[in-house]
């Protein structure tokens, strides 16, 4: 879980960042102006996932809000996720319904020929 944390923001540094005219907000930042507030454009709602790395372990806060919020490290909260995961991960079937019914037949016909 940790490996997978890091994987993902090392793999957002190296997607780099995008320069063209959308992203750059040319118009939003004209239309903005200086003190003005971005966060409620919806230029910034529709770049703001693309653009930055969410962090699911790591954890940002103050040390005192983190404290507050039960001072739980990397590793316990590592710990929680994989035991959730295994919880309650449904695996998708793969094979088809008739790919299940050849291999039985099959199995079958090898089970009475020996």
Do not use: C
Not at 16 to 37: S, Y
């Amino acid at each position: 879980m940790i490996d997978d944390e890091i994987y993902g923001m090392i793999f957002r540094v190296v997607k780099g960042v995008n320069f063209d005219d959308e992203a750059l907000a040319l118009k939003e930042i004209a239309k903005v102006g200086p003190g003005g507030n971005f966060l409620g454009e919806e230029h910034t709602r529709k770049f703001y996932l693309k653009e930055f790395y969410q962090h699911k372990l790591f954890d940002k806060k103050s040390r005192k809000d983190w404290e507050e919020t039960g001072g739980k490290d990397i590793k316990e909260k590592a710990y929680e996720k994989v035991k959730k995961m295994l919880a309650e991960h449904q695996p998708v079937p793969k094979l088809s319904m008739k790919g299940k019914e050849e291999i039985n037949k099959i199995l079958h016909e090898a089970a009475s020929t020996s």
